[in-house]
Nanobody, 125 residues
Framework: VQLQAYGGGLVQAGGSLRLSCAASGFTFCNSYMAWFCQASGKEQEFVAVINQGGGSATYTDSVKGRFTISRDNRKNTVYLQMNSLRPEDTAIYYC???????????????????WGQGTQVTVSS
């Protein structure tokens, strides 16, 4: 199993980034896919999750209206479009795959079996 996250970088406040996560080694179309983040010195936090077919997504309150999670099951890739970025969005962003995830535990990191290596997002003020 491999999850390769990329697309992070340094951006000014108000800018945008698009994270991608390419998956292999498991049945992508059967898995919930999520993004979590961890800022320096802080606990890991849930950001967004999308169901298997892409028809349902859930976001943490702080990113609603700014971030959009999407997936392409033909390309085994999940995306996180990040707009109106703020300095407090600075963190390492991880993608996660959950073949056994259900809606009720979709924001819980412990439910995810596979994790990518993370990509750094830094937002300057």
């Amino acid at each position: 199993v491999q999850l390769q996250a990329y697309g992070g970088g340094l951006v000014q406040a108000g800018g945008s980034l698009r994270l991608s996560c390419a998956a292999s080694g498991f049945t992508f179309c059967n898995s919930y896919m999520a993004w979590f983040c961890q800022a320096s010195g802080k606990e890991q936090e849930f950001v967004a999750v999308i169901n298997q077919g892409g028809g349902s997504a859930t976001y943490t309150d702080s990113v609603k209206g700014r971030f959009t999670i999407s997936r392409d099951n033909r390309k085994n890739t999940v995306y996180l479009q990040m707009n109106s970025l703020r300095p407090e969005d600075t963190a390492i962003y991880y993608c996660a795959a959950g073949p056994s995830v259900i809606q009720s535990n979709a924001a819980n990191a412990i439910a995810y079996a596979y994790w990518g290596q993370g990509t750094q997002v830094t937002v300057s003020s």
